[in-house]
């Protein structure tokens, strides 16, 4: 007889990437959210995720320890993840395990799950979060590892509709249950940050904000680039928050354009919801989003998003409603949507408004973490059937 999931809480692995990125930051959120829902959430990860400032007697962290050894060049991190995940299986009775990312994270999942075979069987869920598919998409060399680890998890999700239909495409695999990002619509919230917008914009500019990691594929530089064209016309400043490989640009031509005092980066921080209530544009130019995270995080703050149309980001922006999509790389025409919608406070705070009213109906953690939670009861009753 089938064991039953449907009601006990749940014990629960998850591993993530703990870097500033989305797929880390929903992990952790997904982790909190599901603790206070009476389950019990190990995180396994080389470090504690960002967005984990606190752990209760309903979460926990494991760190994934790598041992130096002169025969390795490169530190087996996936190795020593899929013995810290089976060394937490056993200790802690995982009900299942969900990993974020199939490269390797699905494949350590697999070693894990194969090692603890004998006893019993330990489910395996990969969330699939963009950078999986467009690195295939990129290096062909990945794409039998990746369609393996994918193929081989007792259930996948996708945050969004594109990236379902692209990992389809690419690797024929189509069984995956789309669940998007999500916000909490209390942690996100406009809230009055009197002395920070103070900071930032003593003579009451607008403050335009763009937050990633500074990958390339998020363009950062173009933010400067469109801001430098704002300002020429509106009083603003511009807040880039997040670090990462293209910060070096994005200073360098902060000063070719003259902008040292109106462009701050202010660096990775923890409080995003503090800097989103004090803007009043997000800039979101990247060339590539299979959700966008921080344009659902801005919404959830009152904040319209001038976003590339590309990737998930329809699926969450709603053109001429609560932002505006422009080609990726057009430069002028976000400068022109931008400095439009800054010089109409009335159009602007109607589109904030609409655009929390969105956030909440659609990507709210109450809509979505029952979406989790069902999935995770389906994929544990086939599982305990026999099937897959």
């Known amino acids: 007889m089938a064991k039953d999931f449907t009601t006990r809480p749940l014990t629960i692995g998850i591993t993530c990437y703990p870097t500033y990125g989305g797929s880390g930051i929903v992990a952790a959120e997904l982790g909190k959210e599901l603790a206070r829902r009476g389950h019990t959430v190990h995180f396994i990860a080389a470090s504690l995720p960002m967005r984990l400032t606190e752990l209760s007697d309903r979460l926990f962290f494991h760190e994934v320890e790598m041992l130096e050894y002169p025969l390795f060049e490169h530190l087996p991190y996936d190795l020593a993840l899929a013995t810290q995940q089976f060394r937490v299986a056993c200790e802690y009775g995982l009900d299942l395990l969900h990993v974020h990312y199939a490269v390797p994270h699905a494949i350590s999942a697999y070693l894990a799950r194969e090692m603890l075979r004998s006893s019993r069987y330990l489910p395996v869920i990969t969330t699939l979060h963009g950078t999986d598919i467009t690195l295939v998409g990129r290096d062909r060399s990945y794409l039998p590892i990746t369609r393996f680890g994918i193929a081989q998890s007792d ?40 002395e920070l917008r103070e900071r930032f914009a003593p003579a009451g500019e607008k403050i335009l904000a763009h937050i990633s990691n500074f990958r390339p594929i998020k363009r950062a530089p173009d933010c400067v680039e469109i801001f430098a064209r704002v300002v020429e016309r509106v009083p603003s400043r511009l807040l880039m928050i997040g670090d990462g490989p293209d910060r070096a640009r994005v200073e360098w031509l902060v000063e070719r354009y003259g902008l040292t005092g109106h462009v701050h980066c202010v660096g990775k921080q923890p409080n995003i919801a503090d800097f989103l209530s004090i803007a009043d544009l997000l800039l979101l130019p990247s060339e590539m989003e299979a959700f966008g995270l921080a344009a659902l995080e801005a919404m959830a703050c009152e904040v319209p998003v001038i976003a590339s149309r590309t990737g998930g980001v329809p699926e969450v922006v709603e053109d001429g409603v609560t932002g505006v999509l422009l080609p ?29 009213e969105r956030a909440l109906a659609h990507f709210s953690s109450e809509r979505i973490i029952p979406m989790y939670e069902a999935y995770y009861r389906e994929v544990l009753a086939r599982a305990s059937e026999g099937k897959r």
């Open 155 to 194: 259930g996948v999700t996708a945050v969004s509709q594109y990236l379902r239909r692209a990992t389809c495409e690419i690797f024929g695999l189509c069984d995956i249950r789309v669940i998007p990002n999500f916000i909490n619509g209390e942690d996100y919230a406009r809230r009055p940050r009197p």
């Open 328 to 356: 990726c790389g057009d430069i002028e025409a976000m400068a022109q949507a931008a400095t439009a919608l800054l010089q109409d406070d009335e159009r602007r705070r109607e589109m904030g408004r609409r655009a929390r």
